[in-house]
Nanobody, 119 residues
Framework: QVQLVESGGGLVQAGGSLRLSCAAS????????MGWYRQAPGKQRELVAT???????NYADSVKGRFTISTDNAKNTVYLQMNSLKPEDTAVYYC?????????????WGQGTQVTVSS
């Protein structure tokens, strides 16, 4: 089991910055991948950025160069630094943790945090 608690969302003007945090209930070394997804009204949930246990990162094309995912292993926390925010970044952002075994993979989700970017 992994519990995820997100924080850091809010309202910001276009061009501004926000940092999201996601605290995991266990060591992130025991989690195969962690990441951020987002869901805008009327749209499907989409990947924003992921960080794997091999220290590899992956970003959606729409956020490359503006968003940065990072971890603080001592705090079991994953961050998403969001710069140069655009109105189209408005969404509920969800933290994800994926734990894999030989026979299965299980996803855990946080409760979501709202990010609103005004024009």
């Amino acid at each position: 089991q992994v519990q995820l608690v997100e924080s850091g969302g809010g309202l910001v003007q276009a061009g501004g910055s926000l940092r999201l945090s996601c605290a995991a209930s266990r060591s992130i070394f025991s989690i195969n991948a962690m990441g951020w997804y987002r869901q805008a009204p009327g749209k499907q949930r989409e990947l924003v950025a992921t960080f794997t246990s091999g220290s590899r990162t992956n970003y959606a094309d729409s956020v490359k160069g503006r968003f940065t995912i990072s971890t603080d292993n001592a705090k079991n926390t994953v961050y998403l630094q969001m710069n140069s925010l655009k109105p189209e970044d408005t969404a509920v952002y969800y933290c994800n943790a994926r734990v894999t075994t030989t026979f299965s993979a299980r996803d855990y989700w946080g409760q979501g945090t709202q990010v609103t970017v005004s024009s």
